[in-house]
């Protein structure tokens, strides 16, 4: 059974901190919006937010920041290699911005505080242009694998805005839809229930109570 995971407006249980550990972004240029990490959960929201930062007034090549998203604690196991999907609502302040979704997606380890491995770390572009106004993004990619999966370690999720060059030198407003009721599609304009996608049914680990044995479960494949 597939696990979908929702972008939500939440402090997440476990946090890896309002930093970016992508291995290649940014390419060339870019700016960190300063947004407050968030949480991904297999529960949707309640009603539309949004973030929104002003992209650099240049006409480079950016990839810019947007903040994390990070899971609950996953239970010991791997993550395998999946075709992963995503529907991600977006919009960009004028048709000059040439905005696009690039991402960085992996097991990060908070007890080290390193990444165990990446699923996802590029600096190619996921589906079109968003649009000028609020416009749902869905794509697919293939997800590598993560072995060695810990009790504890969480499923961080990166997004970034990109752009090759922007059409003029001007400070555009980048905008992030989430925590909505419907679940995103290509024609998603309002009530976005942003989301990433695996296959696999992931499992989530369950501290032990006092005295008691660790109660978790592999993670298997999809179908499992």
């Given at each position: 059974m597939a696990t979908r995971l929702y972008l939500r407006n939440l402090t997440p249980t476990d946090s890896p901190g309002e930093t970016e550990r992508s291995a290649v972004l940014p390419v060339v240029g870019g700016?960190?919006?300063?947004i407050a990490i968030k949480a991904l959960n297999t529960a949707k929201g309640a009603a539309q937010v949004s973030i929104t930062y002003n992209s650099f007034a240049n006409a480079d090549h950016n990839d810019d920041f947007f903040t994390s998203f990070s899971s609950d604690a996953l239970a010991a196991g791997d993550v395998t290699a999946q075709t992963w999907s995503?529907?991600?609502?977006?919009?960009?302040?004028?048709?000059?911005?040439?905005?696009?979704?690039?991402i960085s997606l992996y097991v990060f380890r908070p007890s080290s505080s390193s990444v165990v491995g990446y699923v996802r770390d590029?600096?190619?572009q996921l589906g079109p242009e968003w649009g000028a106004t609020e416009d749902g993004i869905v794509a697919s990619f293939a997800g590598s694998a993560v072995s060695g999966v810990q009790d504890g370690d969480i499923l961080v999720l990166e997004v970034w805005?990109?752009?090759?060059?922007?059409?003029?030198?001007?400070?555009?407003?980048?905008?992030?839809?989430?925590?909505?009721?419907?679940?995103?599609?290509?024609?998603?304009?309002?009530?976005?229930?942003s989301y990433i996608e695996t296959?696999?049914?992931?499992?989530?680990?369950?501290?032990?109570?006092a005295g008691l044995p660790p109660n978790s479960l592999m993670m298997t494949g999809a179908g499992v």
């Open positions: 700016r960190d919006a300063g995503l529907g991600i609502a977006f919009s960009e302040g004028n048709a000059a911005a040439n905005s696009g979704l690039v590029s600096d190619s805005r990109h752009t090759n060059a922007q059409s003029m030198s001007v400070a555009y407003a980048q905008t992030c839809y989430f925590e909505g009721t419907t679940d995103v599609v290509d024609a998603t304009t309002t009530n976005a229930a296959p696999q049914t992931l499992a989530f680990f369950t501290p032990p109570a």
